[in-house]
């Protein structure tokens, strides 16, 4: 049977999962938002996609926003759904709905009317603070100041309780601490190494039950889930980082991710020793290169092209087999590139895992997305180039 924390993260994880299939179902009504700093105010009646390097937004939406970015700053206020990726994320105004993100670091500072599940290094809930149901944190550091109507889940390093949680809350953490200003009004169930430093003056409803995890070795809360804790916190990083950057992709170059696709198809063999031999030489490469000045920032620039050509080779790979997979059970030639992707992505996901062949099929995701993309980048090059 499933323990309360393996049901309670399983349980985020669908949540999670659900709107997602949301978002790529209806990735193409998206209004798309690009720019190095975008700031978007006044009302909207439809979805919003805002990318850029700054996104803020300061008006008012009927509708849901997908965000990816290196800051992203929600003021104004949200009639939907939020979901973003960025290395820093606040949440100044009212989300009427429900927000997911995964971020370096994640501040939270207003009301959310529905659930709440981050991803980040430091996360930190404002005093004013109000979620109007459930939270999940999966986090480095976790301060949690503010009013959380329903239960709260959080998994992470160092974990701080200073606010209001009317519901049972479920920690998985190396250092707990529960302030006098702390008020739950339900169970509090932990597991960690050593007792949590719980005030006198904090006030718990039910129970407070703590069960020890060696140094060591996995929480028999987890026994049965694959990955590990920590593992399970990056694998859901990535996976969501990996669509938002897929959405990115359909979003802003169709064509290209459609004609990387079809490479695919009809090359993979020749996409994966191509692939194979960019995964070898050019770290080797990179490596000569920074034995000089004047190659290190050649060689970081390089090192940062190899890093987004790992990214996205994947995902090239995960929307083929989705395509693939899909145009199998449908008559109709048109299939959706959201689906397809989600589709993908998760069969990638779930390949990962198994033993042994899951390394394999890492490394041959990566090989022939990477071949793939170099090849059409080749062909085009080669198209487009003058007759003489």
């Known amino acids: 049977m499933m323990t309360r924390p393996m049901k309670a993260c399983f349980r985020r994880i669908c949540l999670t999962l659900i709107l997602l299939l949301t978002t790529c179902a209806t990735v193409s009504a998206y209004q798309l938002k690009k720019g190095s700093d975008v700031y978007i105010t006044g009302d909207f009646q439809e979805d919003l996609f805002l990318t850029g390097s700054t996104v803020n937004f300061d008006g008012r939406i009927v509708g849901d926003i997908l965000a ?6 929600i003021n104004g206020n949200v009639d939907g759904n939020v979901l973003a990726a ?39 809930l404002g005093n004013d603070a109000v979620i109007g149901r459930d ?22 390093g160092s974990v701080t309780i200073a606010g209001r949680i009317d519901g049972d809350v479920t920690i998985i ?28 003056d904090a006030q718990i409803t039910g129970d407070v039950k703590w069960k020890k995890k060696s140094r060591g070795s996995e929480s028999s809360d987890y026994s ?6 920590v593992g399970l916190f990056w694998s859901m990083i990535f996976f969501i980082g990996s669509l938002i950057l897929g959405i990115a992709m359909i979003l802003i170059r169709r064509d290209h991710v ?45 090192f940062a092209i190899y890093t987004l050509v790992f990214l996205t080779g994947k995902i090239f ?72």
């Open 68 to 73: 990816a970015a290196r800051v992203v700053t």
């Open 86 to 124: 960025a290395q820093k994320v606040t949440v100044n105004g009212e989300i009427c709905r429900s927000l997911r993100c995964a971020a370096q670091t994640v501040n939270i500072t207003s009301r959310v009317d529905g659930d709440v599940v981050t991803f980040s290094a430091d996360m930190t």
């Open 135 to 156: 939270i999940a944190v999966y986090s480095g550091e976790a301060f949690l100041e503010g009013t959380v109507a329903g239960k709260a889940y959080v998994s992470a």
């Open 173 to 200: 953490a190396d250092k707990i601490s529960v302030t006098p200003d702390a008020v739950i009004g339900g169970e509090l169930n932990y597991t960690s190494q050593t007792k949590a430093n719980i005030a006198s």
């Open 224 to 229: 049965g889930m694959v990955p590990r804790p």
């Open 258 to 302: 459609v004609a990387v696709a079809e490479e695919i198809k009809k090359n993979a063999a020749l996409d994966g020793l191509i692939g194979i031999g960019i995964i070898v030489a050019v770290p080797l490469v990179l490596i000569l290169t920074c034995l000089t000045v004047v190659g290190i920032p050649i060689a970081i620039a390089g």
């Open 317 to 388: 790979v995960g929307i083929t087999i989705g395509l693939l997979l899909l145009g199998s059970l449908k008559k109709s030639d048109r299939i959706s590139l959201g689906w397809a992707l989600l589709v993908g992505m998760i069969l990638l996901a779930i390949g990962y895992k198994i033993p042994i062949v899951g390394w394999i099929a890492y490394v041959l995701a990566w090989a022939v997305g990477a071949g793939a993309l170099t090849m059409r980048l080749f062909k085009r090059k080669v198209t487009t180039a003058p007759i003489p």
